[in-house]
């Protein structure tokens, strides 16, 4: 079974300024993806980040991007630039790859608040 | 609109009665997923169907049932509610043989008492 973790339950960051979030997985598969969800008070699940697990080169997404390291099973979500809109609970989560004509179940972690201040 | 709805939104319910949380798709997709939310917890998986009339069991499936008669509603009932059921419920979606992930419904908070 995979297992995700999130050490960092609540942190916090000024306006304009980058912060960094962490995340390590556990399994023993090789072909899978990882992911950053973000829930912001609203409670929608909204995807932000996407990364395959055979791809080297680190996911970006305008002012998110990811550190990939497959060997030390970590993938860490650094925010760049931060506004207050990104105040929100940051949650990581694995899904390994699906077989044809399948679909895989999403594992979470604990999440992370993160509140962005003036 | 095409999109994923939970109903309702929030719900109050008393110890030992059964409630029901709907979750209905427009995208036509295959698969489908109840996870409960808990501080400390993350999202953690109940039940999930890969069509019509297909369910299997996720992390945490005691004291829930569900079904999938029609591939577009993928209902949740707690069928003798508890306290410990207390939590934030979420439906998603997927397509099979992918992996983007899944699309969210916005969440039914229930409470027990």
């Known amino acids: 079974a995979q297992t995700v973790t999130q050490s960092q339950p609540e942190m916090s960051v000024q306006e304009a300024e980058t912060v960094t979030l962490s995340c390590t997985y556990d399994t023993s598969e090789n072909n899978y993806y990882l992911f950053w969800y973000k829930q912001p008070p609203s409670r929608q699940m909204i995807l932000v980040i996407r990364q395959e697990a055979y791809k080297q080169q680190n996911a970006t997404e305008n002012r998110f991007s990811v550190n990939f390291q497959k060997a030390a099973k970590s993938f860490s979500l650094k925010i760049s630039d931060s506004q207050l809109g990104d105040t929100a609970m940051y949650f990581c989560?694995?899904?390994?790859?699906?077989?044809?004509?399948?679909?895989?179940?999403?594992?979470f972690g604990t999440g992370t608040r993160l509140q962005v201040t003036l | 609109d095409a999109g994923i709805t939970q109903s309702p939104r929030y719900k109050i319910t008393e110890t030992g009665r059964q409630v029901t949380l709907m979750c209905h798709q427009t995208?036509?997709?295959?698969?489908m997923f109840w996870y409960r939310q808990d501080l400390g917890h993350g999202l953690r998986l109940i039940y999930y169907?890969?069509?019509?009339?297909?369910?299997d069991k996720g992390e945490v499936p005691d004291g829930y049932v569900v079904s999938r008669s029609k591939t577009e509603n993928f209902p949740l009932t707690l069928e003798s509610a508890t306290r410990s059921q207390t939590s934030v419920y979420f439906c998603?979606?997927?397509?099979?043989?992918?992996?983007?992930?899944?699309?969210f419904g916005s969440g039914t908070r229930l409470t027990v008492v």
């Open positions: 169907s890969a069509a019509a009339d297909i369910t």
């Open positions: 995208w036509s997709h295959s698969y």
């Open positions: 998603a979606s997927s397509d099979a043989g992918t992996g983007y992930g899944y699309t």
């Open positions: 989560a694995f899904m390994k790859s699906p077989y044809t004509g399948t679909a895989s179940k999403l594992t």
